[in-house]
């Protein structure tokens, strides 16, 4: 699993933007379609946090309290792609945003039960 996370870029607080990310199912051994996904961010000196996750099949979804109501993930099997709608931004919401692979068919908040990583694309809300 190789991941390419993209849709990342300025925009104003309200506003929405989409990301995606998509596996060029490069490598051997792991297939997207059989594995939970999440996405985390790492804003500027801090952390890296859970956003959202979602199962492998795509009918169980869970969020970060802070984006709850806000974000939706969601996934295209046959496009290998997850994505994740952020609307009603806010500056909180600036941070470089990662796309994972669980190790397991379900999603998870916690970083360690995923395998792969993408490179993250950075989101920058503005005032």
């Known amino acids: 699993v190789q991941l390419q996370a993209c849709g990342g870029g300025l925009a104003q607080s309200g506003r929405s933007l989409r990301l995606s990310c998509a596996d060029s199912?490069?490598?051997?051994?792991?297939?997207?379609?059989?594995?939970?996904m999440g996405w985390f961010r790492q804003a500027p000196g801090k952390d890296r946090e859970f956003v959202a996750t979602i199962n492998w099949r795509g009918d169980s979804t869970s969020y970060a309290d802070s984006v709850k109501g806000r974000f939706t993930i969601s996934r295209d099997n046959v496009k290998n792609t997850v994505y994740l709608q952020m609307n009603s931004l806010k500056l909180e919401d600036t941070a470089v945003y990662y796309c994972a692979v669980s190790r397991y068919a379900s999603g998870s908040s916690q970083a360690g039960y995923y395998a792969n990583w993408g490179q993250g694309t950075l989101v920058t809300v503005s005032s």
């Open positions: 199912g490069r490598t051997r051994g792991r297939s997207f379609s059989n594995n939970g």
